[in-house]
């Protein structure tokens, strides 16, 4: 006859001896697994840029939740479950503090493009922004992702909307890495009620190669004020 009670399951205990060197295998094979594959790489990948982004997430990305999953599975066997926990450490230390190291390394060289940050006049960084049809916003823009110290040059600016009712005027045609500069943007007479976008970029050319900071701003037109 079948128990109409049947007794739960209990959590597994672990002890240290079993627990600590599958743990310590775990992590020793999720850091050997982290610099082959960066080796693998470096053997293969012959540009600087292509491919790096990729390669600094990918371990991470497999070490982290694949030991989980390991982990999850074998929850009730302490030397499997270490290994999985040592597995999702590996993920973290080395794998995810190298990457992003490789990550920071890849923005200095241009290799993970730059960013326009946009702001109202000594303002926090702002995604968008309200006019009515024929106002005007002045903002300020900074090139970001770049140090002037990788990037003394200046970068040439450039400013188009997505409509030709959504202008983006530049004061200044160039501006260093980390330099403040104005803009002002402006929904002409005419201009349908919609939202569009404004964008602003920036380019400079090093060792032959063109770089970019880019920025994006939404634009939502509003009717004229009726006077």
């Known amino acids: 006859m079948t128990d109409p009670h049947p007794t739960p399951q209990e959590f597994p205990t672990y002890r240290v001896q079993e627990f600590l060197p599958s743990f310590l295998l775990g992590w020793g094979l999720g850091t050997l697994v982290t610099f082959a594959v960066r080796a693998l790489a470096d053997a293969l990948l012959t540009t600087p840029c292509e491919g ?17 999953a390991f982990t999850a599975v ?101 501006a260093r890495a980390g330099e403040v500069f104005p803009l002002t943007i402006t929904v002409q007479p005419g201009t349908g009620i919609n939202t569009y976008t404004a964008g602003v970029q920036g380019r400079v050319v090093r ?3 063109t770089v970019s900071a880019d920025g994006t701003l939404e634009v939502n037109v509003r009717p004229a004020e009726v006077k």
């Open 74 to 174: 074998n929850w009730r066997r302490a030397g499997r479950a270490a290994l999985g926990l040592g597995l999702v450490v590996a993920s973290l230390l080395p794998a995810l503090f190298v990457g992003a190291r490789d990550i920071a390394v890849l923005r200095g060289s241009g290799c993970a493009g730059g960013y326009v940050v946009l702001a109202p006049a000594g303002g926090d960084s702002i995604s968008s922004v309200t006019l009515r049809v024929g106002e005007s916003r002045e903002l300020t823009g900074r090139i970001g992702g770049f140090t002037a110290q990788d990037y003394p040059g200046e970068f040439t600016l450039s400013g188009q909307g997505s409509a030709a009712g959504i202008v983006v005027t530049l004061p200044k045609t160039t």
């Open 52 to 68: 790096r982004t990729l390669l600094a997430l990918i371990v991470p990305l497999l070490l982290g939740p694949g030991g989980l």
């Open 207 to 209: 060792d032959g190669r």
